[in-house]
């Protein structure tokens, strides 16, 4: 009895100290981060607020619809130098090209990789008619996903 017991204690032992600390990825650790656009009055430079129809992601798959707001965080593509995106307003519809530069950094075994965006100053809207006025970039680092990236004036 006294043999099984130790056993038992060694097999437990040996399980708890064989985990490494990077074997568990905790909850709300580092993720990669998006890209924070504000919204932005043309005509006084203030943040306003919007009420977009939908947001539609080119080759991501994705549609939002019912934004609201001055600020809206959107995912950047890790696999590519440029993200699209169709902003639709009042049954306008522009569209947003962000180019950037996509940097990897390793957290650890469990939690793998994390990207990290430059935004490339060539951003762009395309439009026919057009809502929006102008963008601009604000901070084109993106390892920070609470400062404002790119400003777009309508």
Known sequence: ??????????????SLIACEK???????SENTNR????FIDYSNKQ???????????????????GISGTNLKLPLKVNSSKTKYL????????TLVIFHKTIHYYLNRSCG?????IVKPD??????????KEISIENDSIFNEEKTNILIHF
Do not use: A, H
Request: negative net charge; hydrophobic residues 40%.
């Open 22 to 28: 990077d074997d568990i990825c905790i909850e709300g």
């Open 1 to 14: 009895m006294i043999k099984r017991y130790n056993l038992i204690l060694f097999v437990v032992f040996f």
């Open 47 to 65: 943040p306003k607020s919007i009420d977009l129809n939908s947001i539609r992601g080119i080759g991501i798959d994705s549609i939002i619809e």
């Open 123 to 132: 951003t762009e809207i395309s439009k026919d008619y057009g809502w929006i």
């Open 87 to 94: 902003l639709e307003y009042n049954q306008d519809i522009d």
């Open 113 to 117: 990789y994390i990207s990290n965006f």
């Open 35 to 38: 890209i924070n656009i504000t």
